[in-house]
């Protein structure tokens, strides 16, 4: 019977913390699903928005959503199989529209192929029982505040001159 | 979903994406065409099936009536043709690209899908199944997206 791959040693040490921070959240809606499905409308937002700041609010929200149906999952003993097939689909769509949305950019370009990539690598890791998939929204969000924090530190030291 | 609820709504997403005008008329059809395409394959297994539908009925059964390009796949089809598309024509890779996603993630959303089959034959659904619910959201899809449509279009 397949079973719920156990994720990388790397990613163990983030999960812990999150996984502590749970125990004090809320959830207004106990279904998992609601999560997804509220990430896959972020998602398709994504293709309307201009500027870094929204681009980076809108991929943070998906994260969030990402770790909260997760975490629902966890809280009322839902987490199975079929719930993380869920999860994994979800993601790769939502990273197509993200990623999409900035095709006409080299660093778009370079998320883009990486997204193809990890459709590959999800169906991988659905054979061999291993999750081997790259957390590639998570890689953009630190590439856009990258962007946002020089922006700013460019902007204050012009101002200072 | 309908093929036309998906034409509808998954080609204005695409052409909005796209940064399309009005006047642009090649470039609608495109989405149009895009956004539809992928049904095709409904046909190929309904008519080689077509002794299990005319005894089991429609309703229920056409997850069974896709093919691979219809669930994660698809995705990676549909990104490649993009990605290449995209190395000199932007505009032309979402115009094809993303109605053509729009509709995958319309299918997930609605149905029930195998999403990485071949690999794993298992079903996953985001929605309870019930027909009552299923019409309504390709009845919210269609109208919300024509009215979305005439408005682009006569602006």
Known sequence: ?161 | MVTLTHIISASYIGARAAGVSPTETNYIILTFLSAGILDIDHVYYLIKNRAFYKSKGYKGNLHNARSFLHELPGFLVTGIIMLMISLFNYKLALLMGIPMMIHLAQDLLAGVSIPFSPVDKTQITLIPQKTSYRIALDVVFLVTFSILWIKFLYA
């Not at chain 1, 949305?101 to 690598?121: D, M, Q, S």
Request: hydrophobic letters at 55%.
């Open chain 1, 1 to 161: 019977m397949p079973k719920i791959p156990k994720r990388s040693d790397v990613a163990q040490i983030y999960r812990k913390v999150l996984v502590g921070f749970e125990k004090y959240l809320i959830f207004p809606i106990k279904n998992p699903n609601f999560y997804q499905i509220f990430s896959l409308i972020v998602s398709t937002l994504f293709l309307f928005v201009v500027g870094t700041e929204l681009r980076a609010l809108l991929v943070l929200s998906v994260l969030v959503a990402d770790w909260l149906d997760g975490a629902v999952a966890r809280r009322y003993k839902l987490a199975n199989r079929q719930g993380w097939l869920i999860d994994v689909v979800v993601d790769r769509v939502s990273e197509g529209f993200i990623f999409a949305a900035v095709l006409f950019t080299g660093v778009g370009k370079a998320f883009f192929a990486l997204y193809l990539v990890n459709i590959v690598l999800s169906m991988y890791s659905i054979k061999s029982q291993k999750h081997l998939i790259l957390p590639l929204r998570f890689f953009y969000l630190i590439f856009l505040v990258y962007i946002l924090v020089t922006k700013y530190f460019l902007e204050g030291i012009i101002c200072l001159v």
